[in-house]
């Protein structure tokens, strides 16, 4: 008798948005496809997340030769008070597997929470490994044996069943490890972690109740060659689960005896918990990760030295690459628009916010980076934001640098569009994927200095891409500014460019010194933004005094050439100094990163150098990947040598008595 695989998936147009709503997925005999379509039907209408617009029924044939048959992992179920006692039930499970860090693995089920499949981790390096990462590993093409249109269940769905099918299934995949899973139901606080030597392990309690973050871990263990046997067996090998119990919620006989479910957790529902106890469980998880972060003020405007908690300190990080932020000259056009202008505009650009100095800045900065015409945005990360939702939608494809600034990910994920991520600064990975979607309507994007390496990315190669393929180009030059070329005008000048990216993006907040973001490219294009540009439209234009002091910080930029200069050559001159004291530092930008790896390590060494007088940033997930935590050295043109050469020397003492290898 042939089988069928049959799946739903129903959606919804939202604000120009599609959002998935629900699916499911069946293997029948034949005769039962109708009535099973009909209930899938049924279910997609009645779902809690509300009234879809678009139905999908898939119906393919399987043939039954092809079908593994599998019987269900055997269930068990522990009990805990909370979901910090839960996750260390979990972590106690994954070091049964032989994992020695399994807090580390678990500490990354937020990160799964946005993926539609389930993360793809290395059990041991804690690699990612899945092919798209945006969309992780779907195990689909299984079901419970022997379904029949009136067992299906269809319009009811059974969570406990359809979960210990995917588990039973991934569990027998070549090579995995484990499987950990959180639903991202914000009422369903049970999760599992499922293995083939420990069963299916249900525990009570993984998350705070109202919490709808969720996600799906497979752990891999094995060699990279045998990976793609995995994808395959998980995403399209056909599996029917045979001897699933009943629902161990419905039937409390059939938990483990050896774990009983304590009456207190059972009877008292999960709800009246403390609802906020969930910050300071993931409060916690930082900081026994060493991610926890503080925020430290200063007690003095921005300069090559501040003062902070106590004492005066060399900056070391801050973005004022200039020293424009507290120039007397910005300071003083900043507080005549304030007097003139007053305090805030009160409305957005389109409505009543919109000031000659506002037009003004956007044909300076237009003029400043040879384009067409500017637009302000009120600051770099809505820039970002809101120039690629407004360029890229659903069905266009965006390709990203691994390392682009979380402001273009937050974009790019907010488009819709489908995310093509290349390896960093690697145009051949690059044009191998833009090849493969040739004639798509699509966007290369990537940051000009990247601002936790400050490496720059090849923007003639990544020109020459987007021409090949008529994809658009977009850079962005927050870190690049005032910091690339000659004259401070960034990659471009840098590289001695005759054609311009598409797009550029900017930001006031760096080299010149105020606050507030930018994007200069062609007439019609900025005529565009400022009709489908979200965060333009619906946010409240710059206030007078940010915009005049803008302009002042470009008149000074475009007068003294000689700061961008000394910049360039502190930093040449600081790397030097690293260098002869054995650290490995390059950087052709204004950004020095010191790779230190450990997270706990870099924040231990960033004290150290504050309690001896120097302030630079410990950058550590998720700025930068796990385990590649670093301290980050941004240089000033009103640094002196003196201070810098100390500066390196202090910073390897630091390093060394750290016990840090170099
Ligand atoms: N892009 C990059 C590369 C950045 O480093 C930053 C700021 N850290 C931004 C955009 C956001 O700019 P803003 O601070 O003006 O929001």
């Not at 996600?215 to 995403?235: M, S």
């Not at 501040?306 to 200039?322: A, P």
């Not at 891409?465 to 004259?487: C, K, N, P, Q, W």
């Amino acid at each position: 008798m042939p089988l069928f695989s049959v799946k739903m998936r129903a959606s919804r147009t939202a604000h120009g948005v599609n959002e998935h709503i629900s699916g499911a997925e069946r293997i029948v005999d034949a005769q039962c496809v109708p009535a099973l379509a009909g209930e899938l039907v049924t279910r997609a209408q009645r779902h809690s997340k509300g009234n879809p617009d678009f139905i999908n029924i898939k119906v393919t044939a399987v043939p039954e030769s092809d079908c593994l048959h599998l019987p269900a992992l055997p269930v068990r179920t522990l009990a805990c008070a909370n979901a910090a006692e839960g996750l260390r039930l979990a972590s106690g499970l994954l070091r049964e597997l032989g994992l020695t860090a399994p807090e580390a693995v678990l500490a990354r089920l937020p990160e799964a929470s946005g993926l539609r499949g389930a993360m793809l981790l290395d059990a041991h390096t804690l690699e990612r490994l899945e092919p798209d990462k945006e969309r992780g590993v779907r195990a689909t093409c299984m079901d419970r044996a022997g379904t029949t249109a009136a067992t299906s269940g269809a319009t009811g769905k059974n969570h406990y069943q359809e979960a210990l099918v995917l588990a039973t299934k991934v569990a027998s995949a070549p090579n995995i490890l484990a499987e950990i899973c959180i639903s991202d139901d914000p009422d369903y606080v049970t999760g599992y972690v499922a293995s083939r030597t420990l069963g299916y392990v249900r525990i009570l309690h993984m998350k705070e109740p109202g919490s709808p973050e969720g996600g799906r871990i497979f752990l891999y263990q094995g060699p990279r060659e045998e990976l793609a046997g995995t994808l395959e067996f998980i995403e399209r090998q056909p599996v029917l689960v045979e001897d699933l119990p009943e629902s161990p919620d419905s039937h409390p006989g059939t938990q483990d005896a050896s774990c009983p479910v304590s009456p207190n957790v059972a009877a008292e529902p999960a709800r009246q918990a403390d609802k906020w106890a969930f910050l300071e469980d993931g409060l916690q998880r930082l900081t026994s990760e060493g991610l926890r972060r503080h925020i430290r003020d200063m007690a003095s405007a921005p300069g090559p030295h501040v003062e902070c908690e106590g004492r005066e300190r060399l900056l070391l990080c801050s973005n004022d690459y200039l020293g424009l932020a507290n120039d007397e000259r910005v300071k003083a056009r900043a507080a005549q628009a304030l007097a003139l202008w007053g305090t805030g505009t009160g409305g957005s650009r389109l409505t009543t916010g919109s000031l000659a100095l506002h037009s003004e800045l956007e044909q300076r900065l237009a003029a400043f980076k040879h384009a067409e015409a500017a637009l302000l945005f009120n600051t770099g990360y809505m820039a970002n934001t809101g120039v690629i939702t407004a360029l890229c939608g659903q069905g266009d494809v965006i390709f990203s640098d691994e390392l682009n600034h979380a402001s273009i990910i937050d974009g790019c994920r907010q488009s819709r569009a489908e995310i093509v991520v290349y390896r960093h600064n690697d145009m051949s990975d690059l044009e191998a994927k833009a090849r493969l979607r040739a004639g798509r309507r699509g966007l290369i994007v990537s940051d000009a200095v990247f601002s936790m390496d400050g490496d720059i990315a090849p923007l003639p190669d990544l020109l020459r891409i987007a021409d090949r393929y008529s994809f658009l180009s977009m850079i962005d030059e927050a870190h690049a500014t005032g910091v690339l070329g000659a004259t401070g005008r960034g990659a471009v000048e840098h590289f001695g460019l005759s054609s311009m990216p598409d797009i550029t993006i900017g930001t006031l907040s760096k080299a010149l010194g105020s606050e507030g973001g930018f994007v200069c490219g062609q007439a019609r294009l900025i005529e565009y933004l400022k009709n489908r540009a979200r965060s333009f439209i619906f946010s409240t234009a710059l206030p007078a005094a940010s915009v005049a002091a803008a302009l002042a910080a470009l008149d000074i930029l475009c007068q003294e050439p000689w700061r961008v200069r000394r910049l360039q050559e502190h930093t040449a001159f600081f790397c030097h100094c690293l260098q002869a004291e054995g650290l490995n530092a390059h950087s052709s930008s204004a950004i020095v990163p010191l790779i230190v790896g450990d997270e706990k390590n870099a924040t231990r060494v960033a004290d150290e150098l504050f309690a001896r007088g120097y302030l630079l940033s410990a950058i550590r997930y998720p700025s930068v990947a796990r385990g590649q935590a670093r301290l980050r050295a941004t240089l000033r043109s009103d640094h002196t040598r003196t201070d810098l050469a100390e500066a390196a020397r202090q910073t390897a003492l630091a390093l060394r008595s750290s016990g840090i290898p170099r």
